[in-house]
């Protein structure tokens, strides 16, 4: 399903529903938050906040965090709304070079924040938060920058 159509089945949703849809995240490893460093090895992220993954529309804050757990990679997407407004909010994943493709399920906010599980992310993979501002009608993701 393209990002049009996909945006607008879930604002149809969340309107039929009265509030708020939410899809369930698959794949989902253990939250626990693991103490150990950033890896040399992989070189690219940070344990926690992935503050070069930001991408806002209007009231719609979308970005990723990161986790390292037996000595592999996984990132989350998380979801931020404000001041009454609808947000969608997907993950997004390629691997060596290839297309990025939509891992999560779409979670669609009013006034609160929202994150998937967390995701394979280790040598050769970036993922992405990709959102939407509901109410600016948006027909297309916006992404953040892929880790």
């Excluded at 969340?14 to 890896?39: C, D, F, I, K």
């Excluded at 991408?55 to 390292?68: E, F, L, P, Q, S």
């Excluded at 994943?93 to 009013?110: D, E, P, V």
Aim: overall charge positive; proline content about 2%.
């Amino acid at each position: 399903m393209n990002a049009q159509k996909s945006i607008t089945l879930a604002m149809a949703t969340a309107a039929l529903a009265g509030g708020l849809a939410l899809a369930a995240p698959a794949q989902a490893v253990s939250t626990v938050r693991p103490t150990a460093a950033a890896s040399a090895q992989h070189g690219v992220h940070i344990d926690g906040y992935e503050p070069d993954s930001v991408v806002t529309r209007g009231a719609c804050k979308g970005w990723m965090n990161t986790k390292k757990t037996n000595g592999h990679w996984f990132a989350q997407g998380v979801v931020q709304s404000w001041s009454g407004t609808d947000c969608a909010m997907i993950l997004q994943r390629k691997h060596n070079g290839g297309a990025y493709k939509m891992i999560s399920g779409q979670h669609i906010i009013k006034d609160r924040k929202d994150s998937t599980g967390y995701y394979w992310d280790h040598t050769g993979y970036k993922s992405r938060v990709c959102i939407a501002n509901l109410n600016w009608h948006d027909t297309s993701w916006h992404c953040g920058k892929g880790i």
